[in-house]
């Protein structure tokens, strides 16, 4: 399948920091989406993107769609306990491109320092 | 309304067993899916489907068979278990259309082959 680059692997912040991560592929996608994984847990829908360009936020979290539509960005700003977690980027391949269905990064495990 | 459910939450198997992973939902949602998680990945697409009495293989469908009767139920039968095969197993689902990629998760099986 397509493959996800998800940077970075880990983070370790502190709390009331600022957080960004990123997702690229050498693909162009038409969707993306974050996710959200507490542990023992399924991934929870953070954001979701469909057009190229558009900036999304969902409280303290703000999503970017690249224009070149191989990339995507989640900021979280101002990071609290409970924001530790995965966080997966999800792709969709345009129609022909292979299965209905997402394609996920390896995610970015947020750890808060106290 | 309890979303997606998954049962067992637990399951050990010794090589060339077969067992069934049970999903529903109660959210009317025409598309589903099974994914498959390892240690440091991300989640990969196994079976999907759009509707009842339709399937399709998604990245990793070998040794996976999958039915869609009714719109609620999406089991996802193993025919003789692998050691491969260990490994964490979420069944999600969405609206259909446009929105299918946002979809919810179950809480997961934990599968161990033996």
């Known amino acids: 399948g397509q493959q996800l680059n998800q940077s970075p692997q880990s983070m370790f912040i502190q709390e009331g920091e600022d957080v960004s991560m990123n997702c690229t592929s050498s693909?162009?996608?038409?969707?993306w989406l974050w996710y959200k994984q507490d542990p023992g847990e399924g991934p929870v829908l953070l954001i979701a993107?469909?057009?190229?360009?558009e900036l999304t936020s969902n409280g303290r979290l703000t999503a970017q769609f690249g224009i070149t539509r191989k990339d995507s960005f989640l900021n979280i700003s101002a990071s609290i306990p409970s924001d530790v977690g995965i966080y997966f980027c999800a792709g969709q391949l345009p129609a022909g491109g292979g299965a209905d269905g997402l394609t996920f990064g390896k995610g970015t495990h947020l750890i808060i320092q106290p | 309304n309890a979303g997606v459910t998954q049962t067992p939450k637990f399951q050990v198997l010794k090589t060339g067993q077969s067992m069934t992973l049970q999903c529903a939902q109660d959210?009317?949602?025409?598309?589903m899916s099974w994914y498959r998680q390892d240690p440091g990945m991300g989640l990969r697409l196994i079976h999907y489907?759009?509707?009842?009495?339709?399937?399709d293989q998604g990245e990793v469908p070998n040794g996976y068979n999958v039915s869609r009767s009714t719109t609620e139920d999406f089991p996802l039968r193993l025919l003789s278990a692998a050691p491969s095969q260990t490994s964490v197993y979420f069944c999600?689902?969405?609206?259909?259309?446009?929105?299918?990629?946002?979809?919810?998760f179950g809480p997961g099986t934990r599968l161990t082959v033996t």
């Open positions: 693909s162009i996608f038409n969707t």
């Open positions: 999600a689902s969405s609206y259909g259309g446009v929105n299918r990629y946002e979809q919810y």
């Open positions: 489907s759009v509707g009842a009495g339709i399937t």
């Open positions: 993107l469909y057009k190229a360009g």
């Open positions: 959210m009317n949602h025409e598309y």
